[in-house]
């Protein structure tokens, strides 16, 4: 079995990764590999997807053809397009209603996994010490602390451990994004002074050439 030390941190970890992404985006994400499945859905998805490349095609043709010179056509492709138009409005109405009802199931079901076992596991192992600070290394007052709200004195409870993981958790988060936007940013540094260079290289050169002509002029005179 895992250690309680090590699902606690995982735990948060998840629920960072999570809040940082958004849960729209998972939603999304989460919609789009049900649909790629033999599911309820997956049908009228590809019908959607049909009838909206139908119902561009069709406005373009109808677009394309004049409604006085070419009456007939164009009433011909008015009606498919209407037609086809309608049939989408109805499945991406019902593609619509199912899909508020999967992003309520899925929040319930990520808040459950998340938040709900975090909640879970503090209220289970509230007593239960995460691991023993060595006798006399902190004050009274801080061992308190960190055995708050009610693991043995000189130990450290499941709280206060679950917000050391996430504080660290936030930390690297902020260390690595700063990192890599400082790497974009000398990235495009050096392109900017290669293009510069590229550019100095070429005037020298111009300016060169230019110079051994007016010599070449002289001498000729």
Same mark, same amino acid.
């Given at each position: 079995?895992?250690?309680?030390?090590?699902?606690?941190?995982?735990?948060?970890?998840?629920?960072?990764?999570?809040? /940082?992404?958004?849960? +729209?985006?998972?939603?999304?994400?989460? =919609?789009?590999?049900? %649909?790629? @499945?033999?599911?309820?859905?997956?049908?009228?998805?590809?019908?959607?997807?049909?009838?909206?490349?139908?119902?561009?095609?069709?406005?373009?043709?109808?677009?394309?053809?004049?409604?006085?010179?070419?009456?007939?056509?164009?009433?011909?492709?008015?009606?498919?397009?209407?037609?086809?138009?309608?049939?989408?409005?109805?499945?991406?109405?019902?593609?619509?209603?199912?899909? /508020?009802?999967?992003? +309520?199931?899925?929040?319930?079901?990520? =808040?459950?996994?998340? %938040?709900? @076992?975090?909640?879970?596991?503090?209220?289970?192992?509230?007593?239960?010490?995460?691991?023993?600070?060595?006798?006399?290394?902190?004050?009274?007052?801080?061992?308190?602390?960190?055995?708050?709200?009610?693991?043995?004195?000189?130990?450290?409870?499941?709280?206060?451990?679950?917000?050391?993981?996430?504080?660290?958790?936030?930390?690297?988060?902020?260390?690595?994004?700063?990192?890599?936007?400082?790497?974009?940013?000398?990235?495009?540094?050096?392109?900017?002074?290669?293009?510069?260079?590229?550019?100095?290289?070429?005037?020298?050169?111009?300016?060169?050439?230019?110079?051994?002509?007016?010599?070449?002029?002289?001498?000729?005179?």
């Amino acid at each position: 079995m895992p250690s309680l030390l090590l699902i606690v941190f995982t735990l948060q970890l998840v629920i960072h990764l999570i809040n /940082t992404i958004g849960a +729209s985006v998972i939603n999304n994400l989460l =919609w789009i590999i049900y %649909n790629k @499945l033999p599911t309820s859905t997956s049908v009228g998805v590809k019908s959607q997807t049909e009838l909206r490349r139908e119902v561009v095609r069709l406005k373009r043709e109808m677009n394309a053809t004049s409604s006085q010179d070419q009456f007939a056509k164009w009433a011909k492709l008015r009606r498919q397009h209407d037609k086809a138009l309608a049939e989408y409005d109805q499945i991406t109405q019902s593609l619509n209603t199912f899909k /508020t009802s999967f992003d +309520s199931a899925v929040s319930i079901g990520r =808040w459950t996994a998340t %938040n709900g @076992l975090r909640f879970f596991l503090q209220f289970w192992y509230a007593k239960q010490a995460m691991f023993w600070l060595p006798k006399g290394w902190v004050p009274g007052y801080v061992e308190w602390i960190l055995a708050f709200p009610r693991a043995q004195t000189g130990s450290v409870s499941i709280q206060v451990w679950g917000l050391a993981c996430g504080t660290v958790v936030r930390l690297a988060s902020a260390a690595i994004a700063a990192v890599w936007v400082l790497i974009q940013e000398n990235t495009m540094d050096l392109g900017s002074k290669e293009k510069q260079g590229m550019k100095m290289g070429g005037r020298g050169y111009g300016t060169e050439r230019v110079q051994g002509d007016e010599v070449d002029g002289k001498k000729e005179l």
